[in-house]
T-cell receptor
Framework: NAGVTQTPKFRVLKTGQSMTLLCAQD?????MYWYRQDPGMGLRLIHY???????AKGEVPDGYNVSRLKKQNFLLGLESAAPSQTSVYFC????????????FGQGTRLTVV | GNSVTQMEGPVTLSEEAFLTINCTYT??????LFWYVQYPGEGLQLLLK?????DKGSNKGFEATYRKETTSFHLEKGSVQVSDSAVYFC????????????FGTGTSLTVIP
């Protein structure tokens, strides 16, 4: 009963370094999302995917790229990390439909120094 | 467009006090409404939801009623416990906007013994 799993849970990067955050879900959900959570700003959508091989921009996509090569996985990449990308990142997934809840991962705390 | 506005925190209450966290929304179409809870160091979990006007969602002693006439979905609990200390997020899904969730900024609740 894993649900949504994010790796890693913590990471410290130097400015300019790159990294990939992995999200995996085992509920056969069509939709997957990446959010960032910052104090006083709630959750802001970075990118999302409506199915394997598709991605779309959310509210704050700049500086991030994503890929969904398999239905169960959604990757978030930072090509050149900046201190402004210091945040807690959450992955979520759900089935299509207005009544369906989103299931969240435990989060990745990223610090860029 | 779609947006969620919830009362600013933080909120501090004594155990057994009455809780209200206000949430209002704007939406295109007929949204579904949700309350999520985030305990320290964890991801978001669904607390309750309502999918049509006058529906009441309830869980763990928390309740919220979908009020279309006032575009509100206020969260209430009659007697809070220390274990209710968390951040609470109001959210909506609206048809015509894909499957995207729109979140409020979150309200931090601390319950003191």
């Amino acid at each position: 009963n894993a649900g949504v799993t994010q790796t890693p849970k913590f990471r410290v990067l130097k400015t300019g370094q790159s990294m990939t955050l992995l999200c995996a879900q085992d509920m056969n959900h069509e939709y997957m999302y990446w959010y960032r959570q910052d104090p006083g700003m709630g959750l802001r959508l970075i990118h999302y995917s409506v199915g394997e091989g598709t991605t779309a921009k959310g509210e704050v996509p700049d500086g991030y790229n994503v890929s969904r090569l398999k239905k169960q996985n959604f990757l978030l990449g930072l090509e050149s990390a900046a201190p402004s990308q210091t945040s807690v990142y959450f992955c979520a997934s759900n089935h299509f439909g207005r009544n369906t809840e989103a299931f969240f991962g435990q989060g990745t705390r990223l610090t860029v120094v | 467009g779609n947006s969620v506005t919830q009362m600013e925190g933080p909120v501090t209450l004594s155990e057994e006090a009455f809780l209200t966290i206000n949430c209002t929304y704007t939406a295109t179409g007929y949204p579904s409404l949700f309350w999520y809870v985030q305990y320290p160091g964890e991801g978001l979990q669904l607390l309750l939801k309502a999918t049509k006007a006058d529906d009441k969602g309830s869980n763990k002693g928390f309740e919220a009623t979908y009020r279309k006439e006032t575009t509100s979905f206020h969260l209430e609990k009659g007697s809070v416990q220390v274990s209710d200390s968390a951040v609470y997020f109001c959210a909506l899904i609206s048809p015509g906007t894909g499957n995207q969730f729109y979140f409020g900024t979150g309200t931090s609740l601390t319950v003191i013994p």
